[in-house]
């Protein structure tokens, strides 16, 4: 994937591995080469000016292009273990003491390589917030150079439907404009009969981009004046940077360091903290023998086994069908507003959650049967599976080093909503997503509900959470004068001169500040890496970026 020297203009590292002690003085831990990093390295590169760039992935090149079935969207995280750093959380004790799984993709295309696939953008006022709290009018979601025009640089819409169909689904190519409450249908990443992934973006790459997969580096070089001059890998080779080393995964904090003897030579307090995720609830309903098609073929060995063999010969049938569309709406709540816990939270955080595009919660149908209980699907089931997430979330969780050696995994205490509004929307999410199941149009065929909370009491409904891997906000991005930011509205990271952070850790949203994560992060990692490349550009004399 290129040739490689020992010197780049730029090194994109795509992935640390694990929990690397960087320079050696930073808490590191994996957001590989998704979105951001792919979408900088593509960028970058292919200016006029064609810079020598290096990207450097721990995990492998993820080519098989078996791993791009849409039928294998909610099960490919799972079943390919090389594809995934397989995490858990630490044992969560207010959620019966479980670890949790937080999956994160290794290789190229990151977590765009095993996610869901949901295309979703989220409010326009979470952006509009964004811009001002870093001071970069560039996050705003609508005018010149805002979000809603940088899109357009990454997203295709297909919106082709058979004619016999148009009266359940009639999609627009303008959905997904900034206001997500209601319920649709939700956009998925894949088209013709293919997963679309970001590492789409290093496809045919030119010349001047070198990429090297199975590279875990060990730690970022710092020269005695405290600038990034390159990367060592684990495998003891270097490689330099004559400009920049941008990390697509994170950085860390004096006393993780001292803990395990790892020289501090720059102290960011606040990096690894202020983790936010969404957790999500679910239950199911067994229907009516014949009323879909899923228990049918997850059955039928021989079966699947010619459906792959016609998918593998010219990517047509029923892979490119099943499981592939999620109704997912997303919505306010009065009870939640009325709540005594909505009513604790600071008056600018009540504000913030009342602006007319922000949800509360949002209710997914159609989604892998995770929540059975004691119930075991028989070969003659139907059934249909739904998840409520909470948005929004008020608990800050941490990531922090293990040990000193960068094969361990970080020790990750998710802390998943453990805050009364959090539990607060979690339950009255799942008394909706309750009252959806046992909706006339489907009470008709149900058979029972299984897999839900045992009753609908406030102890037996929040306790079941799960995490929808929508970590971020670990190196918070702010305005100069915010002493708590650790990135620059640049994504350069404070005291540690040509490094740059630049995936989702950099999203400024603090308890003290604002309490807003509405949104599934996939579309906004994209965004992330599509305008630190336009930044940059600028700032080195490259071509501006085009819009289309």
């Known amino acids: 994937m290129g040739s490689t020297q020992e010197e780049y203009d730029f090194i994109i590292v795509g992935g640390i591995y694990l929990s690397s002690p960087l320079c050696p003085n930073f808490l590191a831990y994996t957001i590989p080469a998704g979105p951001s990093g792919s979408v900088l390295a593509s960028r970058l590169a292919r200016t006029k000016q064609a810079p020598s760039i290096l990207l450097v992935e721990a995990g492998g090149p993820n080519t098989n292009v078996e791993y791009t079935v849409p039928a294998d969207r909610f099960a490919l995280a799972f079943s390919q273990p090389t594809m995934n750093w397989g995490y858990k959380t630490a044992p969560q004790s207010h959620l019966k003491n479980r670890e949790i799984d937080y999956s994160r993709g290794k290789g190229l295309g990151g977590s765009t390589a095993i996610n869901f696939s949901c295309w979703i953008l989220g409010p326009k006022d979470d952006y509009d917030e964004w811009a001002e709290l870093t001071g970069d009018d560039a996050w705003r979601f609508d005018g010149e150079g805002g979000v809603k025009e940088r899109l357009k640089r990454v997203e295709n ?33 894949m088209y013709a009969g293919a997963r679309t ?116 010969k010219d990517k047509t049938g029923f892979l490119n069908s099943i499981y592939c569309s999620n109704p997912m709406g997303f919505f306010k709540n009065d009870r939640i507003v009325r709540s005594e816990e909505f009513k604790a939270l600071d ?16 209710i997914c149908t159609h989604t892998p049967p995770l929540y059975l209980g004691e119930y075991n699907l028989k070969p003659t089931d139907s059934y249909l599976a739904a998840f409520a997430f909470v948005m929004n979330p008020q608990a800050r969780g941490s990531v922090s080093l293990a040990s000193s050696d960068p094969r361990d995994p970080p020790t990750i205490d998710a802390n998943l909503i453990n805050h009364p509004y959090d539990r607060r929307v979690l339950i009255e999410g799942m008394r909706e997503l309750l009252k959806l199941l046992r909706a006339p149009v489907l009470q008709k065929n149900t058979i029972e509900m299984v897999g839900g909370p045992n009753g609908e009491s406030d102890d037996e409904i ?11 906000s670990t190196v918070k991005m702010g305005k100069p004068t915010d002493a708590s930011a650790r990135t620059t509205r640049d994504f350069r990271l404070k005291g540690v001169r040509n490094l740059r952070v630049v995936d989702l850790s950099v999203m400024p949203l603090l308890p003290t500040l604002t309490d807003r994560h509405s949104n599934h992060t996939q579309s906004t990692a994209y965004l992330v890496g599509e305008l630190a490349a336009e ?10 970026i085009p819009w289309p």
């Open 157 to 189: 819409y297909h919106v082709e439907v058979k004619e016999e169909y148009r009266k359940f689904i009639n999609p627009k190519s303008e959905v997904n404009d900034g206001n997500p409450l209601g319920l649709g249908m939700g956009a998925g990443c």
């Open 197 to 312: 992934t970001s590492s789409c973006y290093l496809q045919d790459p030119p010349s001047n981009l070198t990429i090297i997969p199975d590279t875990p580096i060990h730690k970022v070089l710092l020269s005695d004046s405290k600038s990034a001059t390159g990367i060592l890998t684990t495998d003891g080779r270097e490689f330099h940077a004559k400009k920049e080393v941008i990390l697509s995964a994170g950085i860390g904090p004096r006393d993780q360091l001292q803990k395990h003897n790892i020289p501090l030579l720059h102290e960011l307090p606040e990096i690894g903290k202020n983790l936010q995720d969404h957790a999500f609830c679910g239950a199911s309903i067994i229907l009516q023998e014949g009323t879909n098609e899923r228990m049918k073929y997850e059955r039928d060995l021989e079966g699947q086994m010619k459906l792959r063999e016609q998918h593998r």
């Open 347 to 362: 008056e600018r955080t009540q504000k913030n959650l009342m602006k007319p595009t922000v949800p509360h919660f949002e």
């Open 462 to 472: 929040w306790a079941w959470a799960a995490s929808s891997w929508h970590m971020c």
């Open 535 to 544: 930044k940059m550009a600028r700032e080195y004399g490259l071509d501006e």
